[in-house]
């Protein structure tokens, strides 16, 4: 854990979220600044702050977080109509929190990327 972390904060419950989904390796809950009607943060309980700190031992926890997102959006009732997944990876990126994320957004129809 990484004590200037805000999503380190969260895991260790110093900090109020709104869980959606958890399990040992992984952690879900609902953005507290929405941009679509479903928004959910999928974090790795693990302190991993960019894609750049996944090694080969590590390669698991990126496919973990991508079926715990799958799981998110079915339990969220999005899944048959689409939602879309975001990795923001870097300041120019918008990656806000230093902590390795997936935004599940969903619940609307959402415009072109780019």
Known sequence: ???????CSILTGDLPS????????????AD??????THVLVIPREHVA?????DQDREPL?????????IVAQQSGISRDGYRLV??????AG????????HVLGGAVMGRMG
Request: charged share 15%; with cysteine.
């Open 62 to 70: 990126l496919g973990h977080l991508l079926r715990v997102a799958a």
């Open 50 to 54: 960019a894609i750049e700190d996944i």
């Open 32 to 37: 507290i600044s929405p941009v679509t009607p």
């Open 95 to 102: 990656q806000m929190v230093d902590h390795l994320h997936l």
């Open 87 to 92: 990795i923001n990876q870097g300041a120019n």
């Open 18 to 29: 709104a869980e959606v989904y958890g399990d040992d390796l992984a952690y879900a809950f």
């Open 1 to 7: 854990m990484d004590p200037n972390c805000i999503f």
